[in-house]
């Protein structure tokens, strides 16, 4: 009976470690070069699973946000290539993005597509490096993103990485 009382101990904890691992395999980055798009990711290294990405084109003044959802919008995709929703609609899905930062907020247009690296959705919107919420973010580093019912809400960015990032994009 002691081996059993263990071994139901030792599940909860070893399923604790993974997802503690999983969560620490995420982390932000950030790319400025001169002659490309600048991007800030929050992301395991070297693969698709980035919950949140930020692009800009440099000197723009313009950001690009994606955040990946658990929600599969869309269902099912037709012979042209193209995905649909479970009405028959088909995407990219035009969708209210709601971008948090402190007490700053925007509800921006975005659009949702087919994540097809997750088998999710994948949203996207874009927000101006003038906005409250992008000089929010640029003094916490803290950031949310709420797109069909869903928030994705990453740890706090490094502030300096923000601010790099930030920078190029203005």
């Known amino acids: 009976m002691g081996g059993m009382k263990l071994a139901a101990c030792a599940l909860p904890l070893a399923l604790f470690a993974t997802q503690a691992a999983a969560q620490e395999a995420h982390v932000w980055s950030v790319e400025t070069p001169k002659d490309a798009d600048a991007a800030l990711r929050y992301a395991i ?31 099912k995709m037709e012979a042209s290539g193209l995905w649909v929703d479970k009405a028959g609609v088909r995407g990219p899905w035009p969708m209210s993005v709601i971008l948090t930062s402190d007490s700053a ?18 949203a996207i919107a874009e927000f101006s490096t003038a906005a409250p919420v992008a000089e929010a973010f640029r003094k916490t580093g803290l ?24 920078g190029a994009c203005k």
């Open 143 to 166: 950031i949310s993103l709420k797109a069909a019912g869903e928030t994705v809400q990453p740890p706090p960015a490094p502030k300096s990485m923000v601010r790099k990032f930030l």
């Open 105 to 122: 907020s925007a509800t921006l247009r975005g659009q949702v597509h087919v994540d097809e690296a997750t088998g999710g959705s994948l």
């Open 45 to 75: 290294p070297d693969t698709d699973a980035q919950p949140v990405a930020f692009s800009c084109v440099r000197k723009s003044g313009q950001v690009k946000v994606f955040a990946q959802l658990a929600r599969e919008i869309g269902v």
